[in-house]
T-cell receptor, first 108, second 112 residues
């Protein structure tokens, strides 16, 4: 299974952009790149996913490196409600393997 | 509203008493799976199902059973619960394995 590496924690100021990095150097050509987040006392929440091209939705943007060995989740304007654990995952034929993720702190 | 519904939300039971945690989705998703979350160990997959009548083991299947007789339901069965199965359980579904996953709100199970 392809593995992902994320920083344990990051800090951001409210209303500033946040760039959350993820390395996945062993990614295969058919691996999608998924991002989820988990707010305190809640279940994981889908954020965004992509295969090769950059993706945008109402929550965030996903920037995928040309060689696909890394990606960056971009929150354009962090709010206090974005404080959560963010997981970068490469689903493998049905298996979602959650690592430790990045704990994002947002300061007012 | 598109959602994954788990029941019950909270359950306290005794060792050895069979129980079932239900999971239902209303999005016609083919893929469903179960996870448990424990402090320090994160989220780990128990079982998954790629379609009706197709199930496979995840990383921690011991002590659990599942069935997928119809597309919308994927119950998790603990035939003889033990205290080490005390955990927070999540069900998830997606249109196919590479698509985005929708998670349920969780079931907090305590086995005494």
């Amino acid at each position: 299974d392809a593995k992902t590496t994320q920083p344990n924690s990051m800090e951001s100021n409210e209303e500033e952009p946040v760039h959350l990095p993820c390395n996945h150097s062993t990614i295969s050509g058919t691996d999608y790149i998924h991002w989820y987040r988990q707010l305190p006392s809640q279940g994981p929440e889908y954020v965004i996913h992509g295969l090769t091209s950059n993706v945008n939705n109402r929550m965030a943007s996903l920037a995928i490196a040309e060689d696909r060995k890394s990606s960056t989740l971009i929150l354009h304007r962090a709010t206090l409600r974005d404080a959560a654990v963010y997981y970068c995952i490469l689903p493998n034929t049905g298996k979602l393997i959650f690592g430790q993720g990045t704990t994002l702190q947002v300061k007012p | 509203e598109a959602q994954v519904t788990q029941n019950p939300r909270y359950l306290i039971t005794v060792t050895g008493k069979k129980l079932t945690v239900t999971c239902s989705q209303n999005m016609n998703h083919e893929y469903m799976s179960w996870y448990r979350q424990d402090p320090g160990l994160g989220l780990r997959q128990i079982y998954y199902s790629m379609n009706v009548e197709v199930t496979d083991k995840g990383d921690v299947p011991e002590g659990y059973k599942v069935s997928r007789k119809e597309k919308r339901n994927f119950p998790l069965i603990l035939e003889s619960p033990s205290p080490n199965q005390t955990s927070l359980y999540f069900c998830a579904s997606s249109l196919f394995w590479g698509d985005g996953y929708t998670f349920g709100s969780g079931t907090r199970l305590t086995v005494v």
